[in-house]
């Protein structure tokens, strides 16, 4: 049950110490009470107040993490059922499915292509996270097997998918210390799987017939001491899929039903007969409110776009993504080198110095903090502004850098020149392209 804020209050220190950011505790207490606040923002809660607080402000959907070390991946921990209301945390995890009766060649050859569906964007290394192998024919040493080669062949974590214990158990002892998932815990097998899970502390999917039937399987896992669970309501058909994708958040969420407060996991790869269709349905789990999504392949026209609607709604809408204020050298640039000046919105940064690098001028590329907005934003909010850029240009050290005194400025700032210019005396402000991509053209002309 939450605490209120008053509840949560007397449970502070109460020293007013503002370390957490705010004049007092009790408005620390009242931003925790509505989930604006972490608990760990305050250093001086005791360690049994911590438990208390823990408890209650515990994520009512729970966060599972497949996985271990650099590669470990979380999913869950939500606490809002619209984007727009805070943020969403973790962001979808993807999954591909093997049969277990799959060729040590073959699976070589997949995991070797699979890996290399890597994208960078604004700083990002996107790429899926699972593979799921999936029991065709009950046999444990091929199950073990595959695993094995699955662990420790490859970056991705597994799923390891059968509703046999004895498969599950050869799977476990193959792959189990990459922390997989345990996927397949019906009413038939729940005893088993759950012993199973308890003793290698691992995550356990939940396989039912419906919403309602989770429940008694997910409350049995949980009084077996298992937490983190995964659950699947068993629905294959999309509409009913998406229906109870968001029955099973808005329980967790707005009616506080712990028995259903965990991430969920999806099979598109069994909604469709073909990865067109497949990573259509996909895209409404990433969009509501799929923890786990499984295709049936990986392939570069599929997963991109999917990484890249799981990167717009995983990021936070009220926190612009941003790069860091400063100077980025591109191509090895000299004291000749044009120097150019833009905001720190990190798809502006990325989208400028791409076409930078592409036209094979080396430059100096300054990022002036923005609050992460693009230009004309940026400029229209007074952020961009020609006495602001002046300033940063002058403290940013570029003038020890280049023995010239040009400056290029962003298209869409144009009106900002004069003021830099009264700003920057002796420099010569020039008004860049407003697009991009009309850069490379714009510097070749000017300093090839
Ligand atoms: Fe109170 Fe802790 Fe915030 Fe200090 S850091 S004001 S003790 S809540």
């Known amino acids: 049950m939450a605490l209120t804020g008053i509840q949560i209050f007397k449970l ?14 009790l408005a620390f207490a009242m931003n925790l009470a509505s989930g604006k606040a972490e608990l760990d923002a305050c250093p001086y809660v005791s360690d049994e107040a ?5 408890e209650a402000s515990a994520p009512p959907i ?16 939500e606490t809002v059922q619209y984007r727009h209301e805070k943020t969403f945390f973790n962001p979808t995890l993807l999954a591909a499915q093997v049969p277990s009766d799959i060729s040590a060649d073959d699976l070589a050859a997949k995991l070797k292509n699979w890996n290399a569906l890597q994208y960078e964007r604004v700083g990002l290394n996107l790429r899926p996270e699972l593979v799921a192998l999936k029991d065709v024919n009950g046999d444990a040493g091929a199950f073990g097997a595959a695993a094995k080669q699955i662990a420790e062949t490859s970056e991705f974590n597994v799923i390891l998918m059968t509703e046999n214990a004895d498969v599950m158990k050869a799977g476990v002892e193959a792959a189990g210390s990459k922390r997989p998932l345990m996927y397949g815990a019906t009413a038939a097998n729940i005893d088993a799987m759950g012993a199973l899970a308890k003793e290698n502390d691992l995550p356990v999917g939940i396989k039912a017939d419906s919403v309602e039937t989770l429940v008694p399987l997910s409350d049995k896992l949980t009084a077996m001491g298992l937490k983190d669970l995964v659950l699947d309501p068993g629905s294959r058909e999309p509409k009913q899929s998406n229906a109870d994708m968001i029955a099973i958040r808005r329980a967790a ?16 790869c069994e909604m469709a007969s073909n990865l067109d269709v497949e990573t259509m349905v996909a895209a409404t789990h990433i969009a509501k409110y799929g923890g786990i ?18 990167l ?3 990021t936070d809408p009220q926190r612009p993504m941003t790069v860091t204020e400063g100077i980025f050298e591109i191509g090895n640039p000299d004291e000749n080198s044009p120097v150019l000046v833009t905001t720190n919105f990190a798809l502006t940064y990325f989208i400028v110095s791409g076409e930078v690098e592409s036209s094979r001028v080396p430059s100096w590329l300054l990022i002036k903090d923005s609050e992460g907005l693009s230009v004309m934003t940026a400029w229209a909010a007074g952020k961009f502004s020609g006495d602001d850029v002046g300033m940063f240009i002058k403290k940013s050290g570029i003038m020890d850098k280049v023995k010239h005194q040009d400056l290029i400025i ?7 020149a004069g003021d830099v210019e009264e700003e920057l005396p002796g420099w010569n402000i020039i008004v860049g392209p407003r697009e991009a991509a009309h850069l490379p053209g714009f510097l070749k002309e000017k300093y090839a």
């Open 293 to 310: 999504v499984v295709l049936s392949d990986f392939a570069g026209e599929s997963i991109f776009p999917l990484l890249l609607e799981r």
């Open 410 to 416: 962003p298209g869409y700032a144009a009106a900002i």
């Open 312 to 314: 717009n709604i995983f």
């Open 62 to 77: 729970r966060p599972v993490a497949v996985g271990k070390g650099v590669r470990k991946a979380t999913t869950g921990g």
């Open 12 to 25: 502070l220190p109460k020293t007013n110490c503002k370390e957490c950011g705010v004049p007092t505790c």
């Open 50 to 54: 911590r438990a208390q607080l823990a």
């Open 253 to 268: 969420l707005k009616d506080g039903n712990r028995s259903v407060g965990f991430p969920t996991i999806t099979f598109p």
